[in-house]
């Protein structure tokens, strides 16, 4: 828990975002019981996708049927716009939001504008 606010804070561009209150919201799991393991098997998984995951395969994503809305940061450095773009062409019907001056994680850094933006797709959808 300790290295909550350094790791929420490379996700961020708006660093100042990473306020106690999101801290504390973001802390709350971490106190259920079994967490640390489950985070444990998880982790792996993060650092290195298992290369046979449908997630890595573009054909899997023309694939989808429904309305997807993609809502992205322009200064996303953990997932950059250039994987939204590429989404959004593989999907068909999806439509791509980017928010200007926002990081990976846009719902904290700007909620008002990422729930314009969600309300945007929905409204399309």
Same mark, same amino acid.
């Given at each position: 828990?300790?290295?909550?606010?350094?790791?929420?804070?490379?996700?961020?561009?708006?660093?100042?975002?990473?306020?106690?209150?999101?801290?504390?919201?973001?802390?709350?799991?971490?106190?259920?019981?079994?967490?640390?393991?489950?985070?444990?098997?998880? %982790?792996?998984? !993060?650092?290195?996708? &298992? @290369?046979?995951?449908?997630?890595?395969?573009?054909?899997?994503?023309?694939?989808?049927? #429904?309305?997807?809305?993609?809502?992205?940061?322009?200064?996303?450095?953990?997932?950059?716009?250039?994987?939204?773009?590429?989404?959004?062409?593989?999907?068909?019907?999806?439509?791509?939001?980017? %928010?200007?001056? !926002?990081?990976?994680? &846009? @719902?904290?850094?700007?909620?008002?504008?990422?729930?314009?933006?969600?309300?945007?797709? #929905?409204?399309?959808?």
């Amino acid at each position: 828990r300790l290295a909550l606010k350094p790791l929420l804070k490379m996700f961020l561009h708006k660093k100042g975002a990473a306020t106690p209150e999101y801290l504390d919201l973001l802390k709350q799991p971490m106190a259920l019981e079994g967490t640390t393991s489950e985070l444990a098997k998880w %982790l792996p998984t !993060l650092l290195v996708p &298992p @290369q046979d995951a449908l997630s890595t395969r573009p054909e899997a994503y023309a694939k989808i049927d #429904l309305p997807v809305g993609i809502i992205c940061g322009a200064e996303d450095t953990a997932t950059p716009v250039a994987q939204g773009e590429e989404l959004n062409q593989l999907i068909s019907g999806s439509r791509l939001i980017v %928010l200007e001056g !926002l990081g990976h994680i &846009p @719902q904290i850094e700007d909620a008002p504008a990422f729930q314009k933006a969600l309300l945007d797709l #929905l409204d399309d959808f």
